[in-house]
C-alpha cells in the first residue's frame, strides 16, 4: 500500500473516531499521522504544518479556557458567585478564538489537500469547520461540525492510491526528435539535457 492508500485508511478511521467521546483523542493521532503521510507524498510541508497548529491552538484553547473555569470557581468559593459566571463567560470565549484559529489552519491544509489530490470534499470539510467553529457561539455551530466531520469521513475514503500528478502516464510509441526525448513519467517532449520534465516535474533518468 502506497503513503497515500495509508492515509487515506489511518484519515477514514480518524475521523470515524472522532465521533465517539471515549476514543476520539486516538482519532485526532490517526488524522495527524495521515497528514504527515499526505504531506510527505505530495513533497508540500504546509499540509502537516497547518494540521498540527490546528491540534496546537485548539489544544491551547481548551487548557486555557479549563484554567480560567478552576480559577474562577476556586475564587467563587471563597468570594462570591460572579467571579465564577466572569471565569465562565472568558473560559468559554476563549475556547471559542481557540477553535476559530484551529479551524482556520485546519481549512488552509484542506484546501491545499482538495486542490493536490482532486478530492474536492476535504475543500468543503475545511469550510464547514470554519464556518462551524464561529457560529458555535450560538449553538448551531455545533450541527455544522458534525456535518463537517462527516463530510471529512467521505473525503478520506475517497483519496487515491496515487495523487493525480503522479500517475505514470502511458509511454509514447513515437520516436523523439534528434536532440529531445521522451519524459518517463508524462510522456512529455524534453530536451535530452533536461534533468526535470517542464511537465510534470519529474527527475529525468541520466
Known sequence: MTRLG???TLGGVGSI????????????????IAGKYIS???????????????VIAGIVGVAA????????????VFS?????????????????VGLIVSSIFLRRAYDTMATKLNVGTFRTAG????????????LVGFLILLVAAIIQIVAFFAIQDVAPGMRPQPMTT?????????????GAQLMASATFCSKCGAKQPP
Open 40 to 54: 510527505d507524498e505530495l513533497g508540500d510541508r504546509s499540509i502537516f504544518d497547518n494540521m498540527l497548529y490546528a
Open 80 to 96: 462570591f458567585a460572579a467571579s465564577a459566571i466572569a471565569a465562565v463567560i472568558i473560559g468559554l470565549g476563549i475556547a471559542w
Open 6 to 8: 495509508d492515509a487515506k
Open 65 to 76: 479556557a479549563a484554567f480560567i473555569f478552576f480559577t474562577g470557581a476556586m475564587f467563587g
Open 127 to 138: 469550510l464547514l469547520y470554519f464556518i462551524g467553529a464561529i457560529l458555535t457561539i450560538v
Open 17 to 32: 473516531l472522532l465521533l465517539i467521546p471515549a476514543v476520539n483523542i486516538i482519532g485526532y493521532i490517526l488524522i495527524l
Open 174 to 186: 513515437q520516436t523523439p526528435q534528434p536532440g529531445m526525448k521522451f519524459c518517463p513519467s508524462c
